[in-house]
């Protein structure tokens, strides 16, 4: 979900426990990926795992860097890294540390540690670096920052893995310190179009929306409708619900031109530098991180204004999720019911139950070697940061594609009317 934290940042530190650890794959593995959050049938793996085995024989430290396609991804690798035989951690934001003490207790038990997404967090950096130096265990990471429901497509990646690695590397000295690249794809085993329909259905009801007549006979196209009146509901919520009339052209085109007059609007209210050159994503995490800073700064008074600016940031992000026509581009039954998903979350703010068994395949690439690109950056961790960054954006992005090639599970299958 896309909501500020407001509770001031807390670092919880890892505090890992092997009888906890234990325990917690066992029932990782036997109730919670099979129950209903998850759903997950099968398991498989691909890719580099005869290198990756070389390296962790040869005590590598291991940095994998993960797309975060769904709720069930720390679940998964969880249970990647029991079947591979490969102690890991996560980082984890920290208003999940914060939904009560017994999750807490747990994560922290489980060698985790927390992290504030939306702004620079010196000890979360420090507590990864020192993860990294000391090797007992890998450390996992996902450089998207949030869950965004689109499965074939990575969001840009951050830059502060790279700097992790950076400057881990640097304090490694001699030891190598490689970045593993792990693409996660979850498809479906059966094909649940009623399931997902039933769903969109009740989401129509429950916003107010009535489908034309014969239209969930069309799903792209009752989907579009349904996304269509759903931004037009936050628009109006958000005193914007002029914005869209009276104009001419294709509707991506309306909330392109209407999210970029936001997103400058917003970076004029906050005096942060427009820079037209990044993407709108990019553009609205910057505001984000900001106004997160001011709102959990316990030593100034929240200005009043600050909520609204808040309000219309997530607005933004919300309407950027709804730029590119991702389920027409390809219309499987696994796109269908990721659309449906991403519009039920921002809708009712919460996850949603998974609507039919699936396959998580992992697909492991090439690692690469972090020494090799300070070298190449006359060991500059800073100007190494952004080639690494890249270079892992496009190894995951080209895994998911493999997968896609080869994915022969009923969820690759394209919907028709």
């Given at each position: ?48 795992l005869e290198e990756l085995a070389h390296l962790k024989a040869e005590g590598s430290r291991l940095l994998f860097v993960i797309n975060h396609p769904s ?126 329909t039933d769903r969109m259905l009740q989401l129509g009801a429950d916003s107010g929306y009535t489908f034309p007549d014969g239209s969930t006979s069309d ?199």
């Amino acid at each position: 979900m896309l909501e500020f934290s407001d509770a001031p940042y807390q670092f919880f530190e890892a505090k890992p426990s092997r009888p906890v650890i234990w325990l917690a794959r066992a029932v990782n593995r036997h109730f919670v990926l099979p129950g209903k959050h998850h759903r997950i049938d099968e398991i498989k793996m691909s890719g580099a795992l005869e290198e990756l085995a070389h390296l962790k024989a040869e005590g590598s430290r291991l940095l994998f860097v993960i797309n975060h396609p769904s709720h069930s991804d720390p679940q998964v690798i969880t249970e990647v890294h029991r079947m591979l035989g490969i102690p890991s951690c996560f980082m984890a934001a920290y208003d999940v540390y914060l939904r009560s003490r017994g999750a807490a207790w747990t994560m922290q038990r489980l060698g985790n540690f927390s992290i504030d997404r939306e702004g620079s967090d010196r000890k979360a950096m420090s507590a990864a670096i020192e993860t990294l130096k000391a090797g007992k265990q890998a450390l996992n990471i996902y450089p998207e920052g949030n869950v965004y429901l689109t499965n074939d497509r990575v969001t840009p990646f951050l830059d502060g893995t790279a700097f992790i690695a950076a400057k881990a590397q640097a304090a490694l000295k001699e030891t190598k310190l490689k970045i593993v690249p792990i693409s996660l794809k979850f498809t479906h085993l059966t094909a649940p179009r009623q399931s997902v329909t039933d769903r969109m259905l009740q989401l129509g009801a429950d916003s107010g929306y009535t489908f034309p007549d014969g239209s969930t006979s069309d799903p792209m196209g009752a989907v579009f409708g349904l996304g269509q009146h759903i931004v037009k509901g936050y628009l109006k919520e958000h005193g914007h619900a002029d914005a869209l009339a009276h104009k001419e052209g294709a509707l991506y085109e309306m909330l392109n031109g209407f999210a970029d007059h936001l997103v400058d609007e917003l970076e004029s209210s906050l005096s942060l530098d427009s820079d037209d050159d990044q993407s709108l994503v990019n553009r609205i995490r910057k505001i984000r991180s900001k106004i997160h800073q001011i709102r959990t700064d316990e030593k100034i008074e929240t200005p009043p204004e600050i909520a609204s600016l808040a309000d219309k940031a997530i607005l933004a992000f919300r309407i950027n999720g709804h730029l590119t026509p991702y389920l027409g581009e390809h219309p499987t039954i696994d796109r269908y019911d990721e659309t449906v998903e991403r519009i039920a979350e921002d809708f009712y703010s919460k996850a949603m139950p998974r609507t039919g068994p699936r396959r998580a395949l992992a697909r492991f690439g090439m690692p690469m070697d972090v020494s090799s690109y300070l070298d190449e950056a006359g060991g500059k961790a800073r100007n190494a940061v952004r080639a690494m960054t890249v270079e892992m954006e496009k190894a995951v992005q080209s895994g998911i594609d493999e997968i896609n090639r080869e994915n022969d599970a009923p969820g690759a299958t394209v919907i028709g009317p």
